[in-house]
């Protein structure tokens, strides 16, 4: 190996940490929603649920890291992109409407996806097992989660659109 290149272990141990960034954002966003949605009781016990397995899985994150040497003291910050996405998931919840707040955790679980997919295959490649079979079980609950978003996007739209409709009625949260 000449000294420019650099181990798949490295990048593993760098891409962990994005992660855990990014579940640390989840779990803010998350429980943001969790303190809303009084209205909307069956979103509010996925999300209140989902919040459980964000936790699980950034202690999850946290044990890989310090197996490999790393540590969650040392995660560094939120990389530009993600921060740029973060953003505008936060703005979008910040207009306070259900529906956009349960299409931008549609659209943060696919980020999540995509994001253990790597891992899945980079800690393959790095011959770091443990770590492999972590995110594989972390990829399984935000895959069921993006699945519950999406199948109850329709009854959250019509919840929605009715309390709208309706003077006095409450209907963004
Ligand atoms: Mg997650
Ligand atoms: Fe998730």
């Given at each position: 190996m000449t000294d420019d290149a650099i181990a798949p272990r490295e990048h593993l141990t760098d891409w962990l940490r994005d992660a855990h960034a990014m579940e640390q954002q989840a779990e803010a966003m998350l429980k943001a929603m969790a303190q809303r949605l009084e209205h909307y009781p069956d979103l509010h016990s996925r999300v209140v649920e989902h919040l459980g397995e964000t936790r699980w899985q950034r202690e999850q994150l946290e044990g890989c890291l310090t197996r490999l040497g790393s540590s969650p003291s040392t995660?560094?910050?939120?990389t530009g992109k993600l921060m740029a996405f973060g953003e505008s998931v936060v703005a979008m919840m910040a207009s306070d409407e259900v529906v956009k707040g349960a299409m931008a955790g549609y659209v943060f679980e696919h980020m999540e996806i995509a994001s253990y997919t790597v891992l899945i295959k980079a800690a393959d490649t790095a011959g770091d097992l443990q770590t492999k079979g972590v995110c594989e079980q972390i990829i399984k609950q935000e895959a069921a989660m993006a699945e519950w978003l999406l199948q109850h996007l329709p009854a959250t739209t019509s919840n929605f659109l009715s309390r709208s409709a309706r003077p006095g009625v409450e209907a963004k949260v």
């Open positions: 995660v560094k910050d939120i």
